[in-house]
């Protein structure tokens, strides 16, 4: 029955106000509350009192996320669901958070200098987090497009928190872009609503079981649906603006978009796509499984010709999110295929960021520049890093490593569990495929190697600068260096537990 | 700080008595193993879990087998002696302590690959080898290095050279082929999970029989392709000859005697699933006999000894896949010329370093001669080698590649194809071997004023020694204290399987004096040619139309190029251009535009670029919707 | 019972009274006035001053700030209406939230006050 | 047909085309205030549109946010530009006007495609029943029980929103 005319039939049921089933993102909801007037009225906090209480704040949520670990029900009339993807990728991206909360913290500012990024910055990125939470929960359309401006509208202004022009730039095209992605999000979620009566993803399902109905309109709303998603994960033909942002933005904020937004985006692409729409999988998986060819090619292919880190970065994370498509296309038939992508999204976020932080490092080591165009992140300034910098070399291999897929690190894992999933769907051409873009992208990965290890530093070395005191980095290297290496060498309990990410509530 | 400066001294003592202290682990292993009845010489380490779910056990899990157990040993001792080598070799070099390190890397991954006891962790180690291969292969280039991007802007080197795209040409080349290879491994490594639903070897072994044919072809062709890329065969070989360009104890311990047998040993440690497919195993002896042919006859035409060295080994690799592609009768003569071959080259290539070392780092055979008195150790030790390679009689390679051809001619059918090709082979080896040494030892000297050459330190030496020892007895040694296809089989029989009863060997007697009469032949021309006064740069004139194929490789590389340079080239600049117009230079032009348009916000819009990327999600949106709605 | 479109039908006639009216002015206006243009009288007038530059001129960004506060409260405004007519049948459940919806939108304000932005310096 | 319906096509016929005629003309004219004006209008016709469909509240809302606050917005944006030194727009890559018309074509035929095969066979919801009450009072109903969630998220956006435009409006130099 239409939901309007059901809400006039009955008494007005009163909304049972679910406390505890939201709690992390009422947590996160409060911290970015708490912050903003914080900012607000103490306008000389440093950087560290902001980080500490963005800390907390993540920290609180945390531990309520780990408090509702067996809750599973959907909650607030269908809103939002508790199920396995929802607590998984709670648990991921409060971790990101934390360690993006840390790069923010160090910024790129070096002792003495005025630091260009405004305080804004915690608060929104808890506001970001809460809408990535949020999107990975909702379990109505209504609620996915809310989370999903949310984060999108908190990742615009971040993008453009510096005054560089790089930075300015970015956020003006990642806003362009994503609003015109939004509408045919939101075109999407209409045609749904028009051919199933509901924005419910629980009773769209019901509705895709119905054999008699037409589902041309549907399947319009899907697609559009679906473009707004891949939109969202950088997938191709909707990526172009994935190289230009994350290279123009400051790099804390790159990793952010570049880990989090990822696991965000893939949660509800599969709990939409996988869990409500499972029922017309025949019809989109071509759509999906084509789109993962472009994207893996795509993004492989174009990383090969760039000469800037971060920008080689952004067409790899373009490529990953190709793979993760091959888990999203295997999702709706095959259970694993949910858990691989769940814990694929979790490896990579680490890698990701892991490999943004030394960018950010590297970035220090140069004089600043006065143009104030784009940070360092030239792959001529990596060259001799090893002799210069042992140690952010030795963890550029490692996260470079995992990226590619070399086995005793986590990339390694993530792609097996992937591939393995999408041979167990039948979908082994698109393996194929994958298999040859990692091969691809082991060039790329490969390459920042040899220039880091290989290569003589270019001019003179007594012009390098210090990295001066980056305490908050450092930790920030050492747990994401940690985690790869850790994940690669004990997958195993994380698995068990995307394993029980693998139940879809809708 | 001094502290620090001893240390770089020693990082290759160090490194060196690491590796030896392995070789000693080894070799002790190795005697524990033979006092075990055959049957029970299969020994699995539980290692470290590294993950149980569901139906998947993946684990550290280490074998120590007759098999692993002959390649640990060959490993780490060639190694030890290759690390001692180089402390001499590197002595000048000021990144030495990374030299060693990466050196040290290898034989770990390298034991690794041979020791697993599954495919993952064979995997780990496959991958290991290579990556060390590839860094130590651009270990020098740094010094001569070409950075261009493919849009022409240059890092450093010849301005006028666009076509390479990035890093030094080998160490690409190199990894090109290994990963065309590795996605074989990849492929064949889900296929088999996907059947079988195990990569613990024993599981899989176990089913391999069961398997269906079209399965076990398909698992076999993939693997050998990792095997092509890994151990130069047709067609990915030409990565090897310009992996020359690495310092020279890395040609001798990478790419001839360790790494490059890593196909040999994975075909051979599979053999069950070749033997499930008689297709694979005709590929397999097809490739290598081919191999072999063709890398003799280009080794022929070179004239940097490191080039000869790397053609001769790419044959020889051939040579020891057919042996493995024969099935039973084949494996353990296969895996002999294996060592053998380990042995005797890595002399080679020692010798060839050590000329090197006394020679100004020249290469050109054309510049030596003569040498003979001036690095006595040198030339007799690499004359021992020789005799081995070249199939003297009772030395190392006779037995090995006698044993090989014995086996195809045994084999029947195609094999007697392989045969013939490997006799003739034999001939040219013999030949190209001996123009080798003769141009380098023996005539009158070619170098030039001013050049002294030296005889290099024992640090160098002793190493040589040792190898071409081994080099003269190894063959003996390990195949004749017992009779009926020799010890060795025996003991890789518990592995590898016996072979069925054959016939006598008389005929045996017979085709070694065929394959010994014709390196006696090609021995004898080149002796003609080279060591007697006479003129072969005329000569080389005269016949240049039969020459210059010889000498540009058959113009193998020169198609590849084509292929891989000119057509990746030019997608790479079309990609660059077209689909991703900011590209390289892009990000600076469009700042620059902003800048012009003194930042202000709305501007930004008419770059263009943001219209063009709002038309390609129009586009992909319009494609999606259109394939939905009017789904076929 | 009217229809819903006769329900309208006031609606209608007003709007088309009101544009009548107007055109009907500015019509008999034109019909009725003596036309002699001038220099002078062509003139943007400001207060007897020579007018300088052109008719745009740049205007401040924090304009751009105050409308775009305008169009956060407009939105909250428009939620109230409904609000308000089913506020009975709800009860204070609908109050509290309400209450929440608002006071998250005055911390933003709070925010904005406190940063200045609303101070016209 | 009813003296309801063809009340309800004749305002239909009077308002598609011109709702068509002024959102071309807000693309194509140069001048931005026109456009802006323009698409004023084009949203005084949505409006119409929603109340022919028995939507008054979304009307409403359609002349209150729309007409009203974003175009004071766009107004503003507008003039913070200058439009005295008009931009000539270049056309820096060829072909992408063109291409931009053919894929939105081919767009609208996908999506008309679909509404084609969709909703005429549909049985429509009763407008009645979703709108006793009144459209407000409805709305009203939904929104404050079901909807409560995305009601107090969409707060949580609106001061998103604020706060972003406070910041990257306080940076301009």
Not at chain 1, 40 to 50: D, I, M, Q, S
Not at chain 1, 235 to 248: R, S
Not at chain 1, 379 to 403: I, K, N, Q, T
Request: hydrophobic fraction near 55%.
């Amino acid at each position: 029955m239409h939901p309007l005319a059901q809400a006039t039939t009955q008494p007005l049921p009163l909304p049972e106000v679910d406390w505890r089933a939201i709690a992390p993102e009422l947590a996160l909801a409060v911290a970015g509350v708490v912050l903003l007037l914080v900012v607000a009225f103490w306008p000389r906090a440093g950087r560290g009192v902001l980080a500490g209480l963005t800390l907390a704040g993540l920290a609180a949520a945390a531990a309520l996320t780990v408090w509702n670990w067996d809750l599973e029900r959907v909650a607030f009339e269908g809103a939002v669901s508790l199920d396995g993807i929802t607590r998984y990728a709670r648990a991921v991206l409060l971790a990101v958070g934390a360690l993006a909360t840390l790069m923010v913290a160090q910024g790129d500012s070096r002792e003495g200098e005025p630091d260009d990024s405004p305080p804004e910055v915690f608060p929104l990125l808890l506001f970001a987090l809460l809408g990535m939470v949020l999107l990975a929960a909702a379990s109505d359309l209504l609620v996915v497009f809310i989370a999903l401006e949310i984060l999108s509208l908190s990742l615009y202004v971040m993008a453009g928190e510096t005054r560089r022009l790089a930075a300015q730039e970015a956020a003006m095209k990642y806003f362009l872009l994503g609003a015109f992605s939004s509408a045919f999000l939101l075109y999407g979620i209409a045609l749904c609503y028009g051919a199933t009566g509901s924005t419910n993803l629980l009773e769209i399902a019901d509705a895709t079981g119905d054999p008699t109905a037409d589902g041309t309109l549907l399947l319009a709303g899907v697609g559009l649906l679906a473009v707004g998603f891949l939109f969202k994960v950088s997938a191709v033909p909707f990526h172009m603006w994935t190289p230009d942002v994350y290279q123009g933005t400051p790099t804390p904020v790159a990793a952010f978009m570049a880990a989090a937004t990822k696991v965000a985006g893939f949660a509800v692409f599969l709990r939409v796509f996988a869990g409500a729409l499972g029922g017309l999988v025949v019809s989109w998986r071509p759509v999906i499984a084509g789109a993962a060819v472009l994207t893996m090619l795509v993004g492989a292919a174009l990383a090969v010709v760039q000469t800037d880190l971060k920008r080689m970065l952004a067409y790899s994370s373009i490529s990953h999110a190709g793979y993760l498509l091959v888990g999203v296309a295997a999702a709706a038939t095959v259970p694993a295929g949910v858990s691989a992508s769940m814990f694929y999204l979790l490896t990579y976020a680490f890698m990701v960021m892991g490999a943004f932080m030394v960018v950010q490092y590297v970035s220090r080591l140069g004089p600043p520049d006065d143009d104030a165009i784009g940070e360092r992140s030239s792959l001529e300034d990596y060259r001799g890093l090893a002799r210069r910098h042992p140690w952010a070399a030795g963890l550029l291999a490692v996260f470079m490593l995992a990226l590619t897929g070399i086995p005793p690190l986590s990339g390694f894992w993530a792609k097996y569990y992937v591939f393995l999933a999408g041979i167990e769907a039948g979908l082994t051409w698109l393996v194929v495929v994958a298999v040859i873009s990692s091969v691809i992208s082991a060039f790329f990965y490969l390459r920042v190697l040899v220039v880091a290890y290989l290569q003589e530093p270019v001019g003179d070395p007594g012009a390098e600068t210090a990295p001066g005191r980056t305490p908050a980095l450092g930790v920030a290297l050492g747990l994401a260096g940690l985690l790869t290496v850790a994940i690669g060498l004990a997958p195993e309990a994380l698995i068990a537990a995307a394993r029980s990410a693998e139940r879809i509530l809708g | 700080m001094l502290f620090g400066q001893r240390l770089r001294a020693l990082a290759g003592w160090i490194a060196t008595l690491a590796v030896a202290a392995a070789f000693v682990v080894a070799l002790a292993a190795f005697f524990e193993l033979l006092s075990h009845p055959g049957e029970e010489r299969t020994q699995i380490l539980r290692g470290y879990e590294w993950f149980t779910s569901g139906d998947l056990r993946v684990a550290f899990d280490l074998r120590w087998d007759p098999l692993s157990a002959l390649m640990a040993l060959v490993v780490t001792g060639v190694s030890s002696l290759i690390h001692l080598y180089s402390i001499g070799y590197m002595e000048h070099d000021e990144r030495r302590e990374t030299f060693f390190s990466w050196l040290n890397l290898f034989v770990a991954s390298m034991l690794v690959l041979v020791l697993a006891q599954n495919f993952l962790v064979m995997f780990l180690g496959w991958e290991g080898v290579g990556l060390c291969s590839y860094l130590l292969v651009g270990f020098w280039f740094n010094r001569r290095l070409l950075v261009v991007n493919p849009l022409g802007r240059l890092v450093e080197g010849e301005p006028d050279d666009t076509r390479e795209v990035w890093a030094p040409p080998a160490a690409k080349k190199a990894f090109l082929a290994n990963r065309i290879g590795d996605v074989g491994f990849l492929l064949a490594m889900f296929l088999i999970f996907a059947t079988t639903g195990s990569l613990d070897f024993d599981v899989v072994f176990g089913e391999a029989g069961a398997l269906a044919a079209g399965t076990a072809t398909a698992i076999a062709l993939l693997l050998f392709l990792a095997c092509t890329g890994k151990s130069a065969q047709f067609p990915l070989y030409v990565w090897l000859p310009d992996a020359m360009a690495g310092p020279t104890p890395v040609s001798a311990l990478i790419h001839a005697a360790t790494m490059v047998t890593a196909g040999v040993f994975l075909v051979a440690r599979t053999h069950t699933i070749f033997e499930a497919s008689g297709t694979a195993q005709t590929v397999v002896l097809l490739v290598g006999a081919g191999t072999a042919l063709l890398a003799a006859l280009i080794a022929i035409g070179q004239d940097d000894i490191k080039k000869i060295l790397a053609y001769s080994t790419v044959s020889q690799l051939g040579y020891m896949f057919i042996g493995v592609a024969l099935g039973p009768i084949g494996y353990a003569a296969g895996m002999l010329h294996l060592v053998t071959h380990a042995f005797f080259k890595a002399q080679l290539f020692l010798g060839a370093g050590s000329v090197m070392h006394g020679n100004d780092d020249d290469t050109d055979i054309k510049h030596f001669g003569g040498l003979r008195s001036a690095m006595p150790i040198t030339f007799w030790t690499t004359m021992a080698a020789w005799a081995a390679i070249v199939g003297v009689p009772f030395t190392s390679g006779f037995y090995s590649k006698d044993q090989v051809l014995a086996a195809a001619f045994e084999h029947g059918g195609i094999g007697l194809l392989a045969w013939a090709i490997g006799v003739f082979t034999a001939g040219l080896t013999a030949f190209y071997m001996s123009r080798y040494v003769f141009l380098t030892f023996f005539g009158e000297r070619r170098w030039p004023e001013g050049r002294h050459p030296h005889e290099s330190p024992p640090v160098m030496t002793v190493p040589l020694i040792v190898l071409a020892v081994l080099a003269l007895v190894a063959g003996f040694a390990l195949t004749t204290f017992t009779g009926e296809g020799g010890r060795f089989q025996a003991f890789l029989e518990p592995v590898l399987g016996a072979p069925e009863e054959h016939e006598s060997l008389a005929a045996a007697a017979g085709l070694s004096a065929a394959a010994t009469g014709l390196a006696a032949v090609g021995a004898i021309v080149a002796w003609l040619l080279y060591v007697r006064p006479f003129d072969w740069l005329a000569l080389r004139r005269r016949w240049a139309g039969a020459w210059r194929p010889l000498a540009e490789k058959l113009y193998v590389d020169q198609v590849y190029e084509f292929f891989t340079v000119n057509l990746g080239g030019a997608l790479a600049a079309f990609l660059a251009r077209n689909v991703d117009q900011r590209g390289i230079d892009g990000a600076v032009n469009g700042v620059a535009e902003l800048v012009g348009s003194s930042a202000r916000s709305g501007r930004r819009l008419q770059s263009g670029l943001v219209r063009s990327y709002a038309l390609g999600v129009l586009g992909g949106a319009v494609l999606i919707v259109a394939f939905l709605v009017f789904r076929p | 019972m009217t229809t819903y479109f006769q329900a309208y039908g006031t609606f209608a006639a007003l709007l088309v009274l009101s544009i009548a009216f107007v055109a009907v002015a500015f019509g008999a206006n034109r019909l009725l006035r003596p036309n002699r243009p001038t220099p002078g009288k062509l003139t943007t007038y400001e207060s007897g001053m020579d007018p300088v530059g052109t008719t745009w001129s740049q205007t401040q960004i924090r304009y751009y700030v105050f409308a775009f506060l305008f169009v956060i409260f407009d939105v909250e405004s428009v939620f109230l209406f409904p609000w308000a007519l089913v506020f009975a049948d709800i009860g204070v459940a609908a109050f509290w939230e309400m209450v929440v919806f608002i006071g998250v939108l005055a911390i933003g304000l709070l925010y904005a006050f406190k940063k200045g932005v609303l101070r016209w310096a | 047909m009813t003296s309801s319906e063809q009340a309800e096509l004749i305002v239909f016929i009077i308002l598609a085309p011109l709702a068509v005629v002024t959102a071309l003309g807000m693309v194509l004219t140069r001048n931005a205030v026109y456009s802006a004006l323009l698409l004023v209008v084009n949203f005084f016709c949505l409006a119409g549109f929603y109340v022919l469909l028995e939507a008054q509240f979304v009307a409403a809302v359609q002349v209150i946010v729309y007409a009203g606050a974003i175009m004071v917005l766009f107004l503003f944006v507008l003039m913070l530009l200058g439009i005295g030194n008009e931009v000539v727009v270049k056309e820096q890559m060829r072909g992408q006007r063109p291409a931009a018309v053919l894929l939105a074509l081919g767009l609208l035929v996908a999506i008309v495609g679909a509404l084609a095969a969709g909703v005429f066979d549909a049985e429509p919801a009763s407008l009645a029943a979703a709108n006793e009450g009144g459209n407000v009072e409805a709305i009203g109903r939904i929104l404050f029980t079901r909807y409560t969630f995305a009601f107090e998220t969409a707060g949580i956006l609106l001061v998103v929103a604020a706060v972003g435009a406070l910041v990257l409006g306080k940076r301009q130099p």
